[in-house]
């Protein structure tokens, strides 16, 4: 059986972007791999936030991902910063990591240039991201496209630390690309959907709040009137009913788009009702889980204890390939 990882940030209730194009990857691969699913809250730290928020958007990411279909008897979901074999890792990996290969990620210099000051972080996020896999030396990495690079990366670091401690023992992932829904574009119709560009809708939202965050999304720019015919195939308001609608609904929006059969809102009101029906078992599961704090606490407190039981026999083999005293400091053999 293959071993999957893979981490999401904290950033609070997830959306539907991160639902299409990774939570239901992970729900299917649950039930045919041993998967590990980890809210990464140390690569949230990264980029400015508000320490006092950092925990409930931490809890609130757990609660979405369970409502979502994530079941921790299935996997082994849990918190970064929860098991710190991870950060202990990362500082191996980095004595092993080209500064060079750093600075040519691509995703480091598009941040990089947003900063006046580069952190250090920022520069070493795809050696945690190793880490975070490597630690328990899974085979698969779903992933969007824009990680593919930092995927290639962490097998580069798996070659350089197997040549020079033991060749094999860390595999060398392969990235996993989800379907047609890899990547989800924002409302605004260009950018990647990012709930820092506020351009995204909760998974958790009531039909109302919906409905007003799908009104102004732009459609088919050729569509200026409701009686000017349109192209439904770059509209990004037709991918979502792709994904959210009916296929016969599908087909109705395709052809009163081409013919000015309706105007945009009608189209967004019938995508609104049937984004609202898809999404309302989740809403509920939600409510039921954060009306019971503890029973979510404990869950990932499980999660955790699974997930350090093979990070630290990880560690114990590169500290010992490695030769780094062990705890109990004994002699060497060799002595």
């Known amino acids: 059986m293959a071993r999957v990882f893979s981490g999401i940030q904290p950033s609070g209730e997830l959306h539907i972007g991160n639902y299409l194009g990774a939570v239901t990857n992970w729900v299917a691969l649950q039930e045919q791999h041993e998967c590990f699913f980890c ?57 092993v990591t080209p500064l060079g290969e750093l600075e040519r990620m691509t995703q480091f210099k598009d941040k990089s240039q947003r900063q006046e000051s580069v952190l250090a972080g920022l520069l070493n996020y795809p050696v945690l991201q190793a880490a975070d896999v490597l630690l328990y030396r899974a085979d698969t990495v779903p992933v969007g496209e824009d990680q593919v690079q930092h995927i290639e990366l962490m097998r580069e670091i798996a070659r350089k630390w197997n040549a020079r401690y033991g060749t094999g023992f860390f595999p060398e992932p392969d990235a996993a690309l989800s379907g047609k829904a890899r990547r989800i574009l924002g409302l605004d119709g260009e950018a990647k959907m990012s709930k820092s560009l506020g351009n995204t809708i909760g998974i958790l939202e009531q039909p109302e709040e919906i409905w007003q965050r799908l009104r102004p999304a732009v459609t088919d720019p050729a569509r200026v009137t409701k009686k000017d015919p349109g192209t439904p195939e770059v509209c990004n308001l037709y991918a979502l009913h792709q994904l959210f609608s009916p296929s016969s609904t599908v087909e109705e929006v395709a052809q009163k788009c081409r013919s000015a059969g309706w105007g945009c809102l009608d189209c967004k009101r019938v995508l609104a009702d049937n984004m609202s029906t898809r999404l309302a078992p989740i809403r509920e599961r939600a409510a039921e889980l954060r009306a019971d704090p503890d029973r979510m606490g404990e869950l990932l407190a499980a999660g955790a204890d699974r997930a350090r039981a093979v990070a630290r026999e990880t560690m114990r083999e590169v500290r010992e390939r490695m030769g780094l005293l062990p705890g109990e400091a004994r002699a060497p053999a060799n002595r």
Do not use: N
Not at 43 to 59: C, G, K, N, S, W
Not at 64 to 91: I, N, Y
């Open 39 to 95: 809210i990464v809250d140390y690569h949230a730290i990264t980029q400015d936030y508000e320490p006092q928020e950092l925990e409930a958007r931490t809890f609130d990411m757990a609660v979405s991902l369970v409502a979502a279909g994530v079941d921790p008897e299935k996997c082994v979901l849990f918190v970064q910063s929860h098991v710190p074999e991870h950060t202990e890792l990362a500082w191996v990996f980095m004595t």
